[in-house]
């Protein structure tokens, strides 16, 4: 999360948040750090206080000094979402990440007694779907990204994975209408435009429109590696399934196909 005088920039994991935050590093010095320190004195509405500080740090974290602002953020498709996220690898520490304490371990470990090493259809089904999880026991399957979204961007209180489905749904599709999305796909001339639609003179943004890529420093895809050869029709279908609100809350997603 950064903390501008402007705005509010929300960073969604996987989705070129790292190229935005080096862009508005460059606009506002000082702020990244700024806002961590921010963040840690505020205590979130039901969040632990030691994600306060998080650069991934929800709606519901944005200090009141900041509430009143325009909230930006990046948004990219679910399905390169999740090929993004599969080849970061985080989930590959199992249980010894904290970030994944509530999956149901000794179920994944028995199910895939080669873990780590999951096939990316594995993944889907362990990590993109919630079924493995220890708090939804018995739940429709519902995508990730869009318990992700739905929980990022709502005011407090947000929905969370244990939510009711259509809570969920609610939250992503009807509450996130302020938000002013980048798309990921179109980063450079997104982040230039929305930066003019909430007043930073064209001559300091001009910058952004040559600027080069800003990767994560793990992680990541040769140019061959395209997310659409991570997929076959069923790990397509079961995204299209999963992440229905996602894409109907971001139909340029939907529109879509292999």
């Known amino acids: 999360m950064i903390l501008t005088d402007d705005f509010v920039f929300l960073h969604p994991p996987k989705t070129g948040g790292t190229f935005v935050a080096a862009m508005l590093v460059r606009l506002y010095p000082g702020y990244g750090r700024q806002a961590l ?21 929800p709606r519901c974290a944005i200090p009141a000094s900041h509430a009143h602002l325009p ?68 739940r429709p399957e519902i995508g990730w990204n869009t318990v992700r979204y739905a929980n990022q961007f709502t005011i407090a209180p947000s929905p969370t994975v244990t939510s009711r489905t259509q809570d969920i749904v609610t939250a992503l599709v009807e509450r996130t209408q302020d938000v002013r999305f980048i798309h990921t796909e179109n980063l450079n001339r997104d982040v230039y435009d929305a930066l003019g639609r909430v007043g930073v003179p064209e001559a300091r943004r001009r910058f952004i429109l040559d600027a080069a890529k800003v990767l994560p420093t793990k992680g990541g895809r040769t140019p061959e590696q395209t997310w659409r050869s991570y997929y076959d029709d069923s790990t397509f279908d079961a995204v299209r399934r999963m992440d229905a609100a996602m894409l109907e809350r971001f139909p340029e997603y939907s529109r879509l196909s292999l």
């Open 37 to 57: 320190g921010l963040l840690r004195r505020e205590r979130p509405l039901g969040r632990p206080a030691r994600e306060g500080g998080h650069k991934h740090g």
């Open 71 to 138: 909230v930006l953020a990046t948004v990219r498709s679910p399905f390169e979402t999740y090929v993004s996220a599969y080849e970061f690898r985080e989930w590959a520490h199992g249980r010894k990440n904290p970030e994944f304490s509530r999956w149901d371990w000794d179920r994944v470990e028995r199910d895939f007694p080669h873990f780590p090493d999951l096939s990316f259809a594995d993944y889907i089904r362990v990590f993109a779907a919630v079924a493995y999880r220890t708090d939804t026991p018995d």
